[in-house]
């Protein structure tokens, strides 16, 4: 502002020290004034115009470094993520590398005990809520050794080792989702969604369970609990003996 009447000022200083002005006796003044009024309101108008740009600038420059700002934290925040990956990768390769030694050690004469299934064996099952919470699972894509039974849904070791396990569920928002997987009737991993809006919900889990021959592994519902399968394999269960020990 203080600026802006400074060069006000300074116009007006200019208008009217007009040369010659003491000789134009026969100058209508009123004439002359109006035309200085007007010249004056001109070049206030034009600073308020160039102010209200000023503004305007001031603004589109504050949301450009509000937006370098968001891009540097979303830069960062994806540097973070992308190393946090590789950390993840790093780990993963590691366990394979591992689970290939322990394969390997087990040598060529090792029994060969794996199986996976799939609830479904034809059609669309919905499997629960029920008392008997076991899952048996019907459809059968490997069961070398034998030791998985289709009629009760029951993986018995045939004999003492490190076993590797995995299991995956898929449900409807009605009912609780997941299962659990048990060790001779003992809960030791799970999967698990709670009812909610969203249509559906699958997850899996997985653990290497030591396991003595005779020991019982099998899959069981939630209470209230709901699974659904048909043939393109949502829920599944596999193992498979990584050594004997």
């Known amino acids: 502002m203080e600026f802006r009447a ?19 006796g026969d100058m209508d003044i009123s004439e002359w004034m109006r035309t200085k009024e007007q010249l004056i309101k001109n070049l206030e108008d034009k600073l308020t115009d160039v102010e209200r740009q000023q503004n305007d600038f001031d603004a ?15 830069k960062a925040e994806m540097d973070k993520l992308k190393k946090e990956n ?9 366990s394979e590398v591992e689970i290939d030694k322990l394969k390997q050690s087990s040598g060529e004469a090792a029994p060969q005990i794996a199986f996976s299934v799939s609830l479904a064996n034809s059609g669309e099952i919905y499997r629960g809520p029920c008392t008997d919470k076991t899952l048996v699972f019907k459809r059968i894509f490997s069961n070398t050794g034998n030791a998985y039974n ?21 449900g409807y928002n009605t009912h609780v989702m997941g ?38 592994v099998h899959m069981e519902l939630w209470d209230n609990g709901r699974v659904f399968d048909n043939l393109n394999g949502h829920t599944t269960f596999s193992g498979f003996l990584l050594f004997p020990m």
């Not at 060069?7 to 002005?21: A, Y």
């Not at 589109?60 to 979303?74: F, G, H, I």
């Not at 590789?86 to 590691?94: H, Q, V």
């Open 6 to 24: 400074m060069l006000l000022l300074t116009l007006l200083g200019f208008l009217f020290v007009e040369p010659g002005f003491g000789q134009r």
């Open 60 to 74: 589109l420059e504050a949301r450009l470094n509000a937006t370098v700002d968001e891009l540097t934290r979303q």
């Open 86 to 94: 590789e950390g993840l990768k790093t780990r993963l390769n590691a």
């Open 150 to 170: 289709q009629n009760t849904g029951v993986f018995t070791a045939p004999l003492n080792g490190l076993y590797y396990f995995s299991f995956s569920t898929y």
């Open 179 to 216: 299962a659990i997987l048990m060790k001779n009737d003992v809960r030791q991993i799970s999967t698990y969604d709670y009812t909610s809006v969203d249509g559906s919900d699958s997850s899996s889990n997985a653990a290497v369970l030591q396991l003595a021959a005779g020991d019982k």
